[in-house]
């Protein structure tokens, strides 16, 4: 059974960074490919990046694009979301999904119901 496990979220003045992890077992993750969504309160859920864990190719949503980078630890199985020069409207629960299909078109790449597996997610404040 795949679980994805997030962590590193925190609270963090604007223009900091942080470091989210995604810890993915229970499968090999190969054809996968793994994204990061996250969830303000009162606002519904944005993509904000995927990863084609094969190639490692990326895409990133628009609104992060230049500040935030994701990457993947094949031997740790864990996908990280580097995110540099944060602001408040980044605030949010982020959270960790997996499409086993391996999806990777910029058309449907932040379509969440395409994605398998989700986290339980990780809260991320960033205060101004």
């Known amino acids: 059974q795949v679980q994805l496990v997030e962590s590193g979220g925190g609270l963090v003045q604007a223009g900091g960074s942080l470091r989210l992890s995604c810890a993915a077992s229970?499968?090999?993750?190969?054809?996968?490919?793994m994204g990061w969504f996250r969830q303000a309160p009162g606002k519904v859920r944005e993509f904000v990046a995927a990863?084609?864990?094969?190639?490692?190719?990326?895409i990133y949503a628009n609104s992060v694009k230049d500040r935030f980078t994701i990457s993947r630890d094949n031997v740790k199985n864990t996908v990280y979301l580097q995110m540099n020069s944060l602001k408040p409207e980044d605030t949010g629960v982020y959270f960790c999904?997996?499409?086993?299909?391996?999806?990777?078109?910029?058309?449907?790449?932040?379509?969440?119901?395409?994605?398998?597996?989700w986290g339980q997610g990780t809260q991320v404040t960033v205060s101004s």
């Open positions: 999904a997996a499409d086993s299909n391996g999806g990777f078109s910029v058309w449907t790449i932040n379509i969440g119901r395409l994605y398998d597996y």
């Open positions: 229970g499968s090999t993750f190969t054809d996968y490919t």
């Open positions: 990863i084609r864990w094969s190639d490692g190719n990326t």
